[in-house]
C-alpha cells in the first residue's frame, strides 16, 4: 500500500483500524519528499520531531473526538508562525525568522493532532500568482515541472498534489488558495473572513486574508478546516458564531441548492475553451439534478482594479514594521538610522513587494486618498451588495477559478497579466465570502478548476455543492 | 502684552488611561520595570499579530468624554498612522481619525476675579502610545525600550480659545483635575502621564484672521507650559515688528535654557496616510453606556468647589484653589475631620503647606505631615496655645523629623504660647518702663505707638507670649 497517496479521511480510518501507524506514515512521507526535493516545495523542515510526534500519537490513548487528526502529517504554508521554527514567508526579510510563538491555525492543529512534516514555499509575502515572487526560487508544478503551481500558496497546493501530504493549509487574499489548488489539480477552501483566525498569520492585506485548506478532495477539506475554524479573542475580526459539523454536512442530502450562473459574463471573454469548459460543469449540475438560476454581477469586472488599490494599501502599512530594527533582515554597515531602514528593506524585499508598497503609499498620499482608496472601498460595497443581491435567489454562484491552466514558469512577465490570473477569484474576497475551488476539465494536459461562492458563514452549503459537484455522476 | 499684538493658543494634551493592560494587548502598563519586559508579541509589532481593543480604555474615554458635556460617538472606528520611527514598532500608530470617541465640549477656567472663561474641547481621541528611545545609554547607540508602546492615550484637542499663558496653564490644570478626579489617569507629569503640546500665533489685536502658528512639542509641567508659551510669544512678536514671516513649524521646548528650538517645518512633516485599521471592527457605542456611566460619575471638581463654598462657607476664590489639587482638595477634607474650622485650614493649605509642598517638590498626598498631624496643629494654634509664627516654625520641624509629634516639636522648640496673665503682665511693665519716652509719646495722643509696644513685649517674650492677652493687658497698662 503507498500511503502516501491515501486522502485524509482514508488515512483517519486507516490509523483506526490499525492498518498502519502514523510513524509510517511520516517515514513514508519522508521518502516522496526527499525524493522530490527539486520541486522546491519546502523552505525548512523537521522530520526528526515529527517521527518522535508519530510515535508519541501511536501511544496515545485519546478518543478520536478529542484529536480527530491524531497523528496525520500535514504542511504549513510559510506564513504561518510556527513557534521555534523558521517563519520565511517567502522573504528574505524574514530568513532569520524564528516566532517565540505560534499562530492560532498551528496550536489548533497541533491540538487536532496532526503532525507538522514542514513550511511550504510560497510568494513573497503571499504577494505572486505563480510563486516567482519567492526568495527561496519558485515552486514546480508536480503534474509538469516546467509549469507554474500557481501562487501565492503554490508550495501548500504542489505539496498535496505530490503526495507530501494529504492536506494543508494555505492562506488566500485573491485566489492565494483557489489558484494554485486549481493549477495543481485539488480541491482548496477559503472559507469566509473571519470563520479562522489570522492570529499569527503573517499579514499581506488584513481585510481579504483568511486562512483556509488545500486538500484532494473536498471532504478532505472540510474535515480539516473544521479543525481550524472558530472565534479567537486574539484576532479581533474573528467571527463570534458556532462552527458547524462540516464533514458532515459536507455530505449530507438536507441541503437544497441553486447555482447561480454567469454565463454571458463567461462568453464575454471570447474564450472558447474558458466558455466551454463553464458549459460542461452546467451540464454536470444539470445531470445531478441541481437547479441552477443565471444571475446578474454587474460590477465584477471592476474587482481587479479594486483589488490592487486595497491590497497594496494594506500592505504597505503591513510590510511597515520590516524595519531592521527587532526582528528580520538588517543591512549592514549603515550610516545613519534612515540609512539602516533604506538599506534593510532595499536589500530584504523582493521587487514584487517593493512594487507593492511603493503602489499602496502612493494610493494612501495625501491628496491621493480620495481618488484611489475611499473609492476603491466604495466599488468594494457595490461589489458586496451584488453578491448579497445574488443570494437573495441563490444558494452558491458558480465560476472558473482561473481563466486558464498553469502555464509556463517564466512565462508571464507582464505584471498586469500576473495580476489578471485573479480576476475570478478576488470577488469572493472581496465580499468576505466563502469558496472553493474543485478540480474540473483539463487544458493542454493540466487540470483546470471549477469555483463555488457561498453565502457569508454558509460553508456547510458550500461544501456540499462543492462535494456533490467533485463526486459528479452516482 | 507688549503693543498691540494678542496670541492665540490652542493645547493637546496626552493623556495616558490608567488602564491595567495596554490598548491592544494584554501586557501591563505599570511603569517603571526593567527595560522591555512590559512588552509582549503585539506590543513588539511581531509578524502575524494582532491589536484587540481594551474596553477598560473605551470606558475611560467616555467618562471624560461625559464629565465635559461632549457628544459620544456612536461608532467608533481606528486608523492608521503611518509614520517610521524605530520605538514606534508597526511602522504605524494606531490612532483614531474621522471617528474620535469624544466630540465637542468644553470646560470652564477662572483667573484671579476675572470673569469664567469658557475653552472649548475639539475632540478626544484614543490611540496608542509610542516606546521611547534612550539616546544616551550607549556610545554612539540607540536604545529603545518599547515597556511604553501601546499604553493608551487620551488625546484632547482644544479650540484655540485661550489668549496667555496663564490661561492656558488653568486649562491643563482643570484637565488635569478632571481626569484625576474621574481616575482615569495618575495625571503623573513628571513620569509622562500627561503631555502637552501647544499651538501658538500672535496677531495684531482686533484682527479676525488667525496668525501663523507654531506648536510647540515636549512641554511637560504646568511651569514649562508657561515658559515655553511666554518664550514663544515673544520671539514671534519679535519677528513681526522685525518685518519677518512666521515660518509654520513643530518646535521643541528646551527645559534647560527655557527657549525653543525648530524642529521640522511644515515642508517636512510627515504624509501620514491615514486610513481606516482593518485590524479593528468599528465598536457601537449604545445610549445606555453612556447614561451608565453617567451615573456613576464620582464629584467632579467643579462640583466639590461649589460644595465648599456652600457647605464649607468657603470664598470662591479659596474653593477654587483647593480644587485645582485633587490631593490638596482631599487632605483639605481629612484635616476637617479633626477640626472643624474650614477657613483656617483652608488659609494653612493654600498657604504654609502648599509652601512647604512646593519647597520639597512633594505632592500632598505624600506629604510627611499627615491630615490628623496636621489637624492637631491647626488645634493649637485655633486654641491659642501656640502662636501663627510658631505653628509654621513646628509644621516645619514635624515635616523634616516626621516621627516627632506636635506636642514634642512644641516643647523641643520651646514654643509652648504665654497664656499666663501675670507672666504677661511681668514683660509688658518691663517693656513699659524701659520705654518711657514712647509711653508719654502715646499718652499724649500718639495712638499707633500702641503697635509698637505690642511688637517690643512679643520681642521680650521671642514671640510666644499670647497676642489676644498681650492686647488686652498693654491697653489697662498703658494709661
Known amino acids: ?474 | 502684552m507688549k503693543g498691540n499684538w494678542e496670541s492665540v493658543i490652542g493645547l493637546e494634551i496626552h493623556v495616558q488611561l490608567n488602564s491595567e493592560s495596554k490598548i491592544f494587548s494584554n501586557a501591563p502598563t505599570k511603569f517603571g520595570s526593567d527595560q522591555n519586559l512590559q512588552a509582549c508579541e503585539v506590543d513588539l509589532g511581531m509578524p502575524g499579530t494582532l491589536p484587540v481593543l481594551n474596553e477598560k480604555a473605551i470606558e475611560k474615554a467616555i467618562k471624560f468624554g461625559v464629565a465635559i458635556n461632549a457628544e459620544i460617538a456612536e461608532k467608533v472606528g481606528f486608523a492608521r498612522k503611518n509614520y517610521f520611527y524605530p520605538d514606534l514598532p508597526k511602522g504605524y500608530q494606531i490612532s483614531q481619525l474621522d471617528d474620535p470617541i469624544v466630540g465637542k465640549g468644553s470646560i470652564e477656567i477662572q483667573l484671579g476675579d476675572q470673569e469664567i472663561k469658557t475653552i472649548g474641547i475639539t475632540r478626544a481621541h484614543l490611540e496608542e502610545d509610542a516606546g521611547k528611545s534612550i539616546h544616551d545609554l550607549f556610545e554612539n547607540e540607540t536604545a529603545i525600550d518599547l515597556n511604553r508602546a501601546g499604553t493608551p492615550l487620551l488625546e484632547i484637542v482644544s479650540e484655540p480659545d485661550m489668549s496667555n499663558s496663564e490661561e492656558a496653564v488653568a486649562y491643563l490644570k482643570k484637565i488635569h483635575s478632571i481626569v484625576c478626579a474621574l481616575e482615569i489617569s495618575d495625571g503623573n507629569m513628571s513620569q509622562g502621564s500627561m503631555r502637552c503640546d501647544a499651538n501658538v500665533s500672535v496677531r495684531k489685536k482686533g484682527d479676525k484672521k488667525l496668525g501663523t502658528r507654531t506648536e510647540l512639542k515636549n512641554i511637560n509641567s504646568f511651569k514649562f507650559v508657561e515658559k515655553a508659551i511666554n518664550f514663544e510669544i515673544k520671539r514671534q512678536i519679535s519677528c513681526l515688528e522685525k518685518g519677518e514671516e512666521i515660518v509654520q513649524e513643530t518646535r521643541l521646548f528646551d527645559a534647560i535654557n527655557n527657549t525653543t528650538r525648530s524642529m521640522r517645518s511644515k515642508e517636512e512633516a510627515n504624509d501620514y496616510r491615514y486610513f481606516p485599521e482593518p485590524d479593528i471592527i468599528p465598536i457601537q457605542i449604545t445610549s445606555d453606556q453612556i447614561q451608565r456611566i453617567k451615573n456613576e460619575l464620582p464629584e467632579l471638581p467643579d462640583e466639590k468647589k461649589e460644595r465648599f463654598i456652600n457647605e464649607l462657607g468657603l470664598s470662591e476664590y479659596d474653593a477654587r484653589n483647593l480644587t485645582y489639587d485633587l490631593e490638596l482638595a482631599d487632605f483639605f477634607e481629612k484635616t476637617l475631620v479633626n477640626i472643624d474650622d474650614p477657613k483656617l485650614v483652608t488659609n494653612w493649605i493654600l498657604g504654609d503647606f502648599s509652601a512647604i509642598l512646593n519647597k520639597f517638590d512633594v505632592e500632598a498626598k505624600d506629604s510627611k505631615v499627615d491630615a490628623v498631624k496636621f489637624a492637631e496643629l491647626l488645634t493649637y494654634l485655633k486654641e491659642e496655645k501656640i502662636s501663627g509664627q510658631a505653628t509654621k516654625k513646628v509644621l516645619e520641624n514635624i515635616w523634616e523629623n516626621p516621627d516627632l509629634s506636635v506636642s514634642k516639636s512644641i516643647q523641643d522648640l520651646g514654643l509652648e504660647q504665654i497664656s499666663d496673665d501675670n507672666e504677661i503682665e511681668e514683660i509688658i511693665e518691663k517693656v513699659i518702663n524701659n520705654n518711657p519716652d514712647q509711653k508719654e509719646q502715646f499718652l499724649s495722643g500718639k495712638d499707633r505707638l500702641f503697635g509698637f509696644f505690642v511688637g517690643q513685649v512679643m520681642k521680650e517674650s521671642k514671640g510666644k507670649a499670647n497676642p489676644k492677652l498681650v492686647n488686652e493687658i498693654l491697653k489697662k497698662k498703658l494709661v
Open chain 1, 1 to 474: 500500500m503507498s500511503l502516501e497517496t491515501l486522502t485524509l479521511q482514508e488515512q483517519i480510518d486507516g490509523l483506526k483500524e490499525k492498518k498502519f501507524s502514523s510513524v509510517e506514515l511520516v517515514e513514508n512521507y519522508i521518502s516522496v519528499i526527499e525524493d522530490k526535493e527539486d520541486l522546491n516545495i519546502f523552505v525548512s523542515n523537521d522530520f526528526e520531531k515529527a517521527l518522535e510526534k508519530a510515535k508519541k500519537s501511536d501511544g496515545s490513548k485519546k478518543s478520536q473526538e478529542d484529536v480527530p487528526l491524531n497523528g496525520i502529517p500535514m504542511v504549513h504554508k510559510d506564513i504561518f508562525c510556527t513557534k521555534g521554527i523558521k517563519t520565511s514567508c517567502g522573504s528574505k526579510m524574514l530568513d532569520n525568522f524564528y516566532p517565540p510563538y505560534s499562530a492560532t491555525v498551528v496550536e489548533k492543529l497541533e491540538q487536532a493532532g496532526s503532525i507538522c512534516l514542514g513550511k511550504a514555499n510560497m510568494d513573497e509575502f503571499a504577494m505572486g500568482s505563480s510563486n516567482e515572487t519567492s526568495f527561496y526560487g519558485a515552486v514546480k508544478n508536480p503534474l509538469n515541472i516546467n509549469k507554474t503551481p500557481g501562487g501565492s500558496s503554490g508550495g501548500s497546493a504542489a505539496a498535496v498534489a505530490a503526495n507530501f501530504s494529504s492536506f494543508s493549509t494555505g492562506t488566500d487574499t485573491g485566489g492565494s488558495i483557489r489558484q494554485p489548488a486549481s493549477f495543481c489539480g485539488i480541491a482548496g477552501i477559503k472559507p469566509t473572513y473571519g470563520r479562522v483566525s489570522r492570529y499569527g498569520m503573517i499579514a499581506f492585506a488584513s481585510s481579504l486574508d483568511q486562512g483556509g485548506i488545500l486538500a484532494k478532495n473536498i471532504k478532505d477539506a472540510a474535515i480539516a478546516l473544521q479543525c481550524i475554524s472558530g472565534y479567537d479573542s486574539k484576532d479581533a475580526t474573528s467571527i463570534k458564531a458556532e462552527v458547524p459539523n462540516f464533514s458532515e454536512d459536507c455530505e449530507s442530502s438536507e441541503f437544497e441548492h441553486v447555482v447561480g450562473l454567469v454565463t454571458d459574463l463567461i462568453h464575454s471573454f471570447g474564450d472558447e475553451d474558458l466558455s466551454k469548459n463553464y458549459g460542461k460543469a452546467i451540464e454536470r449540475l444539470e445531470k445531478l439534478n441541481i437547479k441552477t438560476k443565471e444571475i446578474e454581477l454587474p460590477n465584477l469586472e471592476l474587482s481587479l482594479p479594486v483589488y490592487y488599490v486595497i491590497a497594496p494599501a494594506e500592505c504597505s502599512a503591513n510590510l511597515s514594521r520590516y524595519d531592521g530594527i527587532r526582528f528580520g533582515y538588517r543591512a549592514e554597515n549603515v550610516e545613519n538610522l534612515e540609512d539602516l531602514y533604506f538599506k534593510s528593506r532595499g536589500e530584504g524585499f523582493g521587487n514584487e513587494t517593493k512594487k507593492r508598497i511603493l503602489i499602496g503609499t502612493y494610493c494612501l498620499s495625501s491628496g491621493f486618498y480620495d481618488a484611489y482608496y475611499k473609492k476603491a472601498q466604495k466599488i468594494r460595497n457595490l461589489i458586496s451588495s451584488d453578491f448579497v443581491n445574488a443570494f437573495k435567489d441563490v444558494t452558491s454562484v458558480m465560476l472558473p477559478t482561473t481563466s486558464g491552466e498553469a502555464f509556463d514558469l517564466g512565462s508571464i512577465t507582464d505584471p498586469v497579466e500576473m495580476y489578471k490570473q485573479d480576476i475570478f477569484t478576488i470577488p469572493a474576497n472581496l465580499g468576505g465570502l466563502p469558496a472553493t475551488s474543485v478540480p474540473f476539465g483539463e487544458k493542454n494536459n493540466m487540470p483546470l478548476g471549477i469555483q463555488f461562492i457561498g453565502n457569508i458563514l454558509e460553508e456547510s452549503s458550500l461544501l456540499n455543492i462543492s462535494n456533490k459537484f467533485q463526486l459528479g455522476e452516482k
